[in-house]
């Protein structure tokens, strides 16, 4: 089970310090929410804050594009550092194109669906990618709340996964905290980002521990 915090809530003017903290007290990759405000209705950073942070962690840098027409930015992302891609299905017309772009480069592929998107969507590429991220709230904002209907399509995710042979992880990203992690990884996912839950406490390496002991056994 790995743990990503999300940047997103943050400490934008002092992101080294808020990795370097969350690297200490046993983070596994750094999730970088890029927003352009066109495939959602708020923005971010772009390539050039993954190339700042890169020489600060050791730590996976987990770049989650929520951006329109994906593939303009794929190899900036990659020549910044990038060492796991996330593409929304639908952001991008040609999603398998995407998907090659990304593994050519020697940088992990990862598909992301919406909360209203069903699996079929991306039944088609599943043998190409190394992760899938199940949205379980509709991008955009940190600190919104578990959409419960999510939970299935994890599941669907990981029968598909065994009858196929496919080696994807499973990422959800959106209102995690301990107990929904837990029914997440009920589920079969294995990969869970969280931001508010450990940028907004008063104590993030409690809540790191937290998700950690829930996630156990
Ligand atoms: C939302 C982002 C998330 C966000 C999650 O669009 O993709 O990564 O940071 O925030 P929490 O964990 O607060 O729901
Ligand atoms: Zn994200």
């Given at each position: 089970?790995?743990?990503?915090?999300?940047?997103l809530?943050?400490?934008?003017?002092?992101l080294?310090r808020?990795?370097?903290f969350?690297?200490?007290?046993?983070a596994d990759?750094?999730?970088?929410?890029v927003m352009?405000g066109?495939f959602v209705?708020?923005?971010t950073f772009?390539a050039?804050?993954?190339?700042?942070?890169?020489?600060?962690?050791?730590?996976?840098l987990?770049?989650?594009?929520m951006?329109?027409?994906?593939?303009r930015?794929i190899?900036?992302?990659?020549?910044?550092?990038?060492?796991?891609?996330?593409?929304?299905v639908?952001?991008?017309?040609?999603?398998?194109?995407?998907?090659?772009?990304?593994?050519?480069?020697?940088?992990k592929?990862e598909?992301?669906?919406?909360?209203?998107?069903?699996?079929?969507?991306i039944?088609h590429?599943?043998?190409m990618?190394?992760?899938?991220?199940v949205?379980?709230?509709?991008?955009?904002f940190g600190?919104q709340q578990f959409?419960?209907?999510?939970l299935?399509?994890i599941?669907e995710?990981?029968?598909?996964?065994?009858?196929?042979?496919?080696h994807?992880?499973?990422q959800?990203?959106?209102?995690?905290?301990?107990?929904?992690?837990?029914?997440c990884?009920?589920?079969?996912?294995?990969v869970?980002?969280?931001?508010?839950?450990?940028?907004?406490a008063?104590d993030?390496?409690?809540?790191?521990?937290?998700?950690?002991?829930?996630?156990?056994?």
């Open positions: 089970m790995k743990i990503a915090p999300s940047i809530s943050a400490d934008f003017a002092n080294q808020d990795v370097a969350v690297e200490k007290h046993g990759y750094i999730h970088m929410d352009d066109q209705p708020n923005i772009g050039n804050v993954v190339k700042a942070l890169r020489p600060h962690t050791k730590l996976p987990d770049v989650h594009l951006i329109a027409q994906p593939e930015y190899n900036d992302f990659v020549e910044a550092g990038a060492d796991i891609i996330g593409v929304h639908e952001a991008d017309s040609h999603i398998h194109r995407t998907i090659q772009l990304i593994k050519e480069k020697n940088v592929a598909v992301v669906i919406n909360p209203g998107t069903p699996v079929c969507a039944k590429i599943l043998g990618v190394d992760q899938v991220l949205m379980t709230v509709n991008p955009g600190g959409i419960e209907e999510c299935i399509k599941k995710l990981a029968d598909l996964r065994a009858e196929n042979g496919y994807y992880d499973i959800v990203d959106g209102g995690i905290v301990p107990e929904t992690a837990k029914r990884k009920e589920a079969g996912a294995n869970f980002v969280a931001g508010s839950y450990i940028y907004d008063e993030p390496a409690k809540q790191i521990a937290c998700l950690k002991e829930a996630l156990r056994g």
